[in-house]
């Protein structure tokens, strides 16, 4: 069983009653394919850590809430300069340091957090207070490797340690950002992975490789997502309850 898997079962998805919980906690996520003319594909990361181009399993979850659901402090903040940028800083804490990663997180602590992952962040408390810059490292898995005020972008698939193009790669974005006409935030959680040592067939080219993730696994990352968002947005982001 993957990390992944194991994660989503951790969370109650192994039962029917959870499998029904989550459904109804999940209902106003939405999971579609990340447009082939999305700026993710274009980006001077992409081209860097996917230098050939490798075929990649790829999906986004969005969801809107209404502004007037948003934490009042997170809304006047955006409102100034020096602000611009703490909805989406809210939005990570809560996906790193919220309770849907906490499974993951305590998995990754037993392996890898000692002496030489000491400067990474990996409390809670540190998650749910970082304003992740530049550089931030997450848990032996994430590395912020862009920012601008509604876009968080962390490298993943391995640890950030190792710096060179990875069998096991991909880039992940955290997307905040407020719609004044509509009066809501509207948040996304953007996924692509890759094979970034893969090398395409000599003749055919990438035609009919298949993507790093089967379906099945696929379909777990999509419901992964989803609880991340849900366990953000509700946690840290806004005042539903």
């Not at 602000?83 to 309770?99: D, I, N, T």
């Not at 898995?141 to 069998?167: Q, Y």
Request: glycine share 10%; charged share 25%; net charge neutral.
């Amino acid at each position: 069983m993957t990390i992944l898997s194991k994660t989503v079962a951790a969370a109650g998805w192994g039962t029917l009653a959870g499998a029904a919980g989550f459904v109804g906690m999940t209902r106003h996520c939405k999971v579609s394919p990340v447009a082939p003319t999305d700026y993710i594909f274009n980006h001077t990361l992409y081209a860097r850590y996917n230098p050939s181009n490798a075929p990649v399993t790829q999906d986004i979850c969005t969801r809107t809430v209404p502004l007037s659901k948003i934490r009042p402090e997170l809304l006047e903040a955006e409102k100034t300069e020096e602000g611009k940028g703490k909805l989406v800083e809210a939005f990570c804490q809560g996906v790193w340091g919220g309770l849907g990663y906490a499974y993951q997180r305590r998995y990754l602590e037993k392996k890898y957090r000692g002496p030489d992952t000491a400067t990474q962040l990996w409390d809670r408390t540190q998650l749910k207070e970082s304003s992740f810059p530049m550089g931030t490292q997450i848990t032996d898995h994430f590395e912020v490797v862009a920012k601008t005020p509604t876009s968080i972008i962390v490298r993943c698939g391995d640890s950030p340690r190792k710096l060179e193009v990875r069998e096991s790669d991909g880039l992940f974005e955290m997307l905040a950002e407020i719609n004044e006409k509509e009066g809501v935030a509207e948040f996304g959680l953007k996924s692509v992975f890759y094979n970034g040592l893969a090398q395409p067939d000599k003749e055919k080219g990438w035609e009919g490789a298949a993507p790093p993730m089967g379906p099945w696994i696929q379909w777990l990352h999509a419901q992964y997502d989803k609880l991340l968002m849900e366990t953000s947005v509700r946690g840290q982001v806004c005042k539903l309850r």
